[in-house]
């Protein structure tokens, strides 16, 4: 096997891209293809060596950008807004005066801004005081916009638009545990922080720390997944319309809860990974970063290029130096300030193709992956971040949410692949809802599933679910209610006789988990609630529900009540993850 990629235009020998791929020789007449893949990532890395001083300080961002307190006890704020014409900054600490306290320009589109300290030597920003830039734009507008490195963002009670807010308490808080090491054999809790509460409310870190990771670990899971943790203005969007892509969000609870809730899960030898979008971002102005310094562009492409017809939202440009530094920094910042172990990220379907996948149904042709459609710039972003988050971190673990079936995918960045470690079997579950939709039991066809649990890439992991939060969302049903329906609220009780219905769907339910789980990949992955067959859909409060937690929640009470058949999935389950 192939340890270390060379290139011929860069200087040094290629790969024997032959013994790269034992059972993959099919890739051959595209080594052309994977060999200017790598000289582009080998290109930009020497890039960023040469201009930054390595990946090391390049993604350390977050320690430059954004506000800071000076040794003196001032501050000093840098920002990055090439377009604007003037840049100001406001809040509480003047009294919220537009133009009263104005940014140096400095070159590349930078600013920058130092308030000394008050006449008491203390900080010119009060721990938890609000702030604002004010951008002038090429028009003379001033428009009010968010800092883009903001650590921690707060809803104003009258507008509900977030709002910047200064973290820096007086004491910092001090993770206890180390990082466990990874199992070879991941069993995934995907979790949701907001909904883990059984009551109609939105629940918070300390909640998920004290209530659910007990129940984790009971059932035998190892890793948590943590979604929605981003902050995002829309509850309902489900995390996936990012507005601070620094800021944990503040409907949970502050900063420290969330390292609390990382720490204990590491106390008890599980690790934690965080749902990571950077394959798009929220068309929010005044608390997000499209249209940032008065223009279009910015973070984003420009024009067509610049946005997701499908989602409603801004396609980073990842072309830009500013944007890889923000992209790569946000990453160490969620690894290094919170300890998260590793990343899932989100739609790279939609950062791999020009297309971004859509009504585009992949035939396995490898003329799709290797030719113009693939976008080579989100692609080398794609590779440089797997090879820095593996480089500061030899356990961090990724995983790609990626449905088109893109080869060498998770095969090491130094070997000519993107450097994931798991891809989600995303066929997997969509096929048991369409059997459970479409067939009757006598009529499946079970070489059929069987080739769907199996069919993967030699050589790159997979994780396997039977169903995610995606299957669970409004308008669709979890696998337990597409089985049993109705009668989850008549005759699930051990009290009352065992119907065909119920008895059908609790034996289906527990041979779909098992075969998957045995057949579908290398890990293992389960949604909140899923384990012990939690009945209906997913939908978060919203104007078209009247603002309803009813569905926004984990019904716990059903697998704690031992008159319930709830419990019989939930052991089952347990079984599973022990094996």
């Known amino acids: 096997m192939a340890t270390k990629m060379d290139v011929d235009e860069a200087g040094s020998a290629p790969p024997d891209l032959n013994r790269l791929y034992d059972l993959d020789s099919y890739l051959k007449p595209f080594d052309k293809e994977i060999k200017r893949r790598y000289k582009c990532f080998v290109d930009l890395l020497e890039h960023i060596n040469q201009h ?26 840098r920002e990055w807004a090439p377009g604007a014409e003037e840049l100001y900054l406001m809040g509480d600490f003047n009294e919220w005066d537009k133009t009263s306290r104005s940014f140096k320009k400095l070159p590349f589109g930078k600013w920058e801004l130092v308030l000394p300290p008050k006449d008491d030597g203390s900080c010119p ?20 916009r968010i800092c883009p490195w903001a650590k921690y963002t707060i809803p104003c009670n009258e507008t509900k638009i977030y709002e910047a807010t200064f973290w820096n308490p007086p004491e910092k808080y001090v993770f206890q545990q180390p990082r466990p090491k990874p199992s070879p054999s991941l069993r995934i809790y995907e979790s949701h922080v907001g909904i883990s509460s059984w009551e109609g409310k939105v629940a918070d870190y300390k909640y998920f720390a004290y209530n659910v990771i007990p129940r984790i670990k009971k059932q035998g899971y190892n890793c948590i997944q943590m979604m929605a943790i981003m902050e995002h203005a829309y509850y309902a969007s489900f995390g996936y319309q990012v507005t601070s892509f620094f800021a944990a969000s503040s409907r949970y609870g502050p900063p420290d809860d969330l390292k609390l809730l990382i720490d204990m899960a590491h106390k008890e030898g599980i690790t934690v990974l965080l749902d990571v979008v950077h394959s798009h971002a929220s068309t929010n102005t005044l608390d997000g970063l499209n249209q940032f310094d008065g223009t279009n562009a910015c973070f984003f492409h420009e024009g067509s290029r610049g946005t997701h017809d499908l989602w409603g939202s801004r396609c980073f440009d990842y072309t830009n130096w500013e944007v890889l530094r923000f992209l790569l920094s946000n990453l160490r910042w969620w690894m290094e300030e919170y300890q998260f172990d590793g990343f899932r990220f989100d739609g790279v379907t939609s950062m791999l193709y020009h297309s971004h996948g859509i009504a585009h149904g992949f035939s396995g042709d490898l003329g799709e992956y290797f030719g113009l459609p693939t976008d080579s710039e989100s692609i080398t972003y794609l590779m440089l971040a797997n090879h820095m988050l ?11 949410e990626e449905v088109s079936g893109m080869p060498a995918l998770c095969r090491p960045v130094s070997e000519g692949g993107n450097g994931f470690d798991y891809r989600l079997g995303m066929a997997i579950p969509d096929k048991w809802i369409k059997i459970l939709k479409e067939q009757k039991d006598e009529d499946w066809n079970i070489g059929d599933i069987v080739h769907t649990l199996i069919n993967r890439r030699h050589g790159e992991k997979t994780i396997a679910y039977a169903e995610s939060h995606d299957q669970a969302l409004v308008g669709d049903k979890t696998l337990a209610f597409w089985l049993m329906d109705a009668e989850m609220y008549t005759n699930m009780s051990c009290m009352s006789e065992l119907t065909v219905t119920v008895d059908r769907g609790l034996a289906l339910h527990k041979m779909i988990r098992l075969i998957t789980n045995g057949l579908g990949g290398e890990g293992w992955l389960n949604f909140i609630g899923n384990e012990f067959g939690h009945p209906e859909w997913l939908d978060f409060p919203r104007v078209g529900n009247n603002s309803s937690f009813h569905y926004a929640r984990r019904q716990w009470n059903l697998v704690d009540d031992e008159t319930l058949r709830y419990k019989f999935l939930n052991n089952f389950d347990r079984g599973l993850c022990e094996q």
């Open 125 to 144: 920003l009060d721990h938890l005081s609000k702030y604002k830039l004010v951008v002038k734009d090429k028009h003379g507008h001033l428009l009010e």
């Open 52 to 77: 930054e001083g390595g990946l090391e300080k390049f993604s350390r961002g977050y320690e430059h950008f954004g506000i800071h307190v000076t040794e003196d006890g001032g501050v000093v704020m």
């Open 390 to 400: 593996h480089e500061l971190n030899p356990n961090c673990i990724t995983i790609a």
